[in-house]
Nanobody, 130 residues
Framework: QVQLVESGGGLVQAGDSLRLSCAAS????????SGWFRQAPGKEREFVAA????????YYADSVKGRFTISRDNAKNTLYLQMNSLKPEDTAVYYC???????????????????????WGQGTQVTVSS
């Protein structure tokens, strides 16, 4: 069982930066691929970024590519999402998630599917004002 706790959200202005953190407890991230998702008011939860455990592979949604960076500190058992050049449309609750990866890194289409993730954090609010 993996417990995930996000932090780092807040209220910022357009163009600012934020770094979200997701701390894992119970078990380490070892063997687990992980990702970030977000849900804006009145909208469905959507994929933001994912990172493989077994390979140096990162995936991003087109809407955040070039602005957001997903990374992981294995020693600290923590997942990060560095968000730069924030836009009002980035306003949402951000969730981290994890899934057992096995021996093969997954494709982009598999990594962005919400139903493939077994463990979720409670979310952290990010609000970007114009």
């Amino acid at each position: 069982q993996v417990q995930l706790v996000e932090s780092g959200g807040g209220l910022v202005q357009a163009g600012d930066s934020l770094r979200l953190s997701c701390a894992a407890s119970g078990r380490t991230f070892s063997g687990y691929a992980s990702g970030w998702f977000r849900q804006a008011p009145g909208k469905e939860r959507e994929f933001v970024a994912a990172i493989s455990w077994i390979a140096d592979i990162r995936y991003y949604a087109d809407s955040v590519k070039g602005r957001f960076t997903i990374s992981r500190d294995n020693a600290k058992n923590t997942l990060y999402l560095q968000m730069n050049s924030l836009k009002p449309e980035d306003t949402a609750v951000y969730y981290c998630a994890a899934r057992w990866e096995g021996s093969t890194a997954a494709s982009y289409s598999y990594s962005r599917r919400i139903s493939n993730y077994d463990y979720w954090g409670q979310g952290t609010q990010v609000t970007v004002s114009s």
